[in-house]
């Protein structure tokens, strides 16, 4: 079993790193929050006092932290991770970042003979409690055949979507897409209560027809339509809104940066800016539905 680095136990990195113990892998951990190492310390980790002590003699380090910038500090910046970890080894970067800082990262990983996935994740805090996350990846190969084992204990899908920054790309694109989904599916679910229609009713003829998608099948907006669902517990819990402002915001610097076209993602960023600007950034991004019954 491989000796593991984890960096960053949050939301979702906790439950990550839970199901690496689970697996028989043996971890030192670091988190900023003292609570949140004590609780993989009762699972079986090791606590680390700092970042580069986690990550001496690792074979595996693993990051999920909350933006570029704290990525960028952690292995080039200030904490000069990249020079610390041993060369050979492996680092799998978690964190939803841009596709510069990525690539900035892989080279200065490349330059020291330590390989390195983008490995970005779907799946939200279930998939990271139940092990079943997709990752979405970039890098070589080889890298992802020596990663399988460890990834495989966190996740059920992964897919390889290229060269380094590859991951973070398509992480980017497909929340980019559930912005914009979402927000229809809520403006949808307006218009049509607000003509006398029943939502689960509409609902329920929308998931089966042309307008079917995943925020009808799985996330529903509207309060009370759909059991389990943050939109039926008054939008607490999920994906923060604030988190998919940054991700959109991502996806816009990526557009920029390619002259990529991308309209109503700019406009799903907008809109879910003014959802945040009315003190809603801590609520699940379904909570858009809220912004657009009140405008309805």
């Known amino acids: 079993m491989s000796r593991i680095a984890f960096i960053g136990l949050g939301h979702m990195g906790g439950p990550m790193a839970a199901n690496l113990i689970k697996a028989g892998h043996t971890l030192k951990v670091f988190d900023l929050v003292p609570a949140s190492v004590q609780a993989a310390v009762a699972l079986g ?9 986690a990550v001496m003699e690792a ?20 904490g000069r991770l990249v020079h610390a970890i041993e060369p050979g080894a492996l680092i799998l970067e978690c964190s939803t970042i841009s596709p510069e800082v990525a690539r900035k990262v892989h080279a200065a990983a490349k330059a020291r003979d330590i390989a390195m996935l983008d ?25 992802l055949d020596r990663a399988r084992p460890v990834l495989e204990a966190m996740g059920k899908n992964l897919f390889h ?3 380094a920054g590859a991951g973070q790309v398509a992480k980017i694109a497909n929340n980019m ?17 607000a003509n006398g229609l029943d939502p689960k009713v509409l609902s329920d003829i929308m998931r089966v027809s042309s307008g079917g998608n995943w925020s009808l099948e799985k996330y ?6 759909m059991d389990s669902v943050p939109a039926s517990r008054d939008y607490e819990g999920g994906f923060g809104v604030d988190l998919m402002l940054k991700d959109l915001g991502l996806a816009m610097e990526a557009a920029l940066a390619a002259k990529a076209s991308t309209p109503l993602g700019a406009t799903a960023r907008s809109l879910y800016a003014l959802h945040s600007g009315q003190g809603k950034g801590g609520l699940d991004f379904s909570s858009i539905q809220q912004l657009l019954r009140k405008s309805g």
């Open 220 to 225: 529903n907006p509207w309060p009370g339509v």
């Open 177 to 193: 897409l559930l912005a914009v989904h979402m927000i229809g599916t809520a403006e949808a679910l307006n218009l049509g209560v």
């Open 161 to 163: 979507a290229g060269a």
């Open 45 to 53: 980790a090791e606590a680390a006092p700092n970042a580069l002590h």
């Open 59 to 78: 074979d595996i380090v693993i990051s999920m932290l909350p933006a570029s910038q704290h990525v960028d500090a952690l292995y080039l910046g200030e």
């Open 119 to 143: 490995a970005p994740v779907s799946g939200g805090t279930a998939g990271a409690a139940a092990g079943t996350l997709t990752f979405i990846l970039g890098g070589e190969a080889a890298a």
